[in-house]
């Protein structure tokens, strides 16, 4: 599966943002999908993971309560709604997809990974 990612920019502190992943390729509805994100001289951060389905979500504490994770298997896309964010959610965010059972929330189990959008938070 190809993923591509978008929707990132600048957005002043409080303000929301939604990301979006694309998928091409393989079955959509087959992979377990998650969100990342990465700030300078940061590990890769684990936000948000949704089932094949979508039925079934998880979060990081960083982010629960803030953020929303969905999928749209239709249109092969996964979203991530941000919202209150902080000068601290700057990074840059990635979309994957796992072959593995949901929940999967390292980096190292997903195979699949987008290029990543740039989102800044602004003060």
């Known amino acids: 599966v190809q993923l591509q990612a978008s929707g990132g920019g600048l957005v002043q502190a409080g303000g929301s943002l939604r990301v979006s992943c694309a998928a091409s390729?393989?079955?959509?509805?087959?992979?377990?999908m998650g969100w990342f994100r990465q700030a300078p001289d940061n590990e890769r951060e684990f936000l948000a993971g949704i089932n094949w389905s979508g039925g079934i979500t998880t979060y990081s504490e960083s982010v629960k309560g803030r953020f929303s994770i969905s999928r749209d298997p239709p249109k092969n896309t996964l979203h991530l709604q941000m919202n209150s964010l902080k000068p601290e959610d700057t990074a840059v965010y990635y979309c994957a997809a796992s072959e593995r059972r949901f929940p999967v929330t390292t980096a190292r189990e997903y195979e699949y990974w987008g290029q990543g959008t740039e989102v800044t938070v602004s003060s």
């Open positions: 390729g393989r079955t959509f509805s087959r992979y377990a």
